[in-house]
Antibody, heavy 121, light 107 residues
């Protein structure tokens, strides 16, 4: 059974870079089975897709964040990571990682439990 | 970007009610739409994908329909555990986008 778990700091300072990790169990991130992605949700607000990565390393980012986002794979640890630079208070959110199977219209499932990241000095 | 407009934003209903939520896309997305349920403090849970396919383990009182630009999620008989926020998401083109959500509250 595929499972995902986010980890990282809960508090980061403005202008710094956020680094989050998603640990995958139940399948290898090196398999050509899934896209691996990040989604965020500011407190009390809706969901925003951040971006995704394929086993080949090919990435796809939300244009609204593209200049600040990097998603990468660590196949040795079966993890993928999110880096978001130049943080501002508006980046305060719960960050989720999720898997998306290959295939037209495939949804995001499963999701990790999420991690709250607060941007504050 | 493809915009998704959900209506209503809030809905008050009683246990046993039939509830329908609508999601309209700003351009055609074929059947590439998913519905998620989110409870406070929890991650979204997949209910339906490709507009009408019920995710394994999801009760059959949930159903989805539509194609192109208009989609609906229906709960045939609302149960206490169904009070939550529901989101639609389009998976037709990048960037993937979500609707603004519909909060279903107890009347």
């Amino acid at each position: 059974q595929l499972q995902l778990q986010e980890s990282g700091p809960g508090l980061v300072k403005p202008s710094e870079t956020l680094s989050l990790t998603c640990t995958v169990s139940g399948d290898s991130i090196s398999s050509n089975t899934y896209f691996w992605g990040w989604i965020r949700q500011p407190p009390g607000k809706g969901l925003e897709w951040v971006g995704s990565i394929y086993y080949s390393g090919r990435t796809n980012y939300n244009p609204s964040l593209k200049s600040r986002v990097t998603i990468s794979l660590d196949t040795s640890k079966n993890q993928f990571s999110l880096q978001l630079s130049s943080l501002a208070a508006a980046d305060t959110a719960v960050y989720y990682c999720a898997a998306r199977a290959l295939g037209a219209g495939a949804p995001l499932s499963p999701w990790g439990q999420g991690i709250l990241v607060t941007v504050s000095s | 970007d493809i915009q998704l407009t959900q209506s209503p934003s809030f809905l008050s209903a009683s246990v046993g009610d039939r509830v329908t939520i609508t999601c309209r896309a700003s351009q055609g997305i074929s059947s590439y739409l998913a519905w998620y349920q989110q409870k406070p403090g929890k991650a979204p849970k997949l209910l339906i994908y490709t507009a009408s396919t019920l995710q394994s383990g999801v009760p059959s009182r949930f159903s989805g329909s539509g194609s192109g630009t208009e989609f609906t999620l229906t709960v045939s008989s609302l149960q206490p555990e169904d009070f939550a926020t529901y989101y639609c998401q389009q998976l037709s083109s990048s960037p993937l986008t979500f609707g603004g959500g519909t909060k279903v509250q107890i009347k």
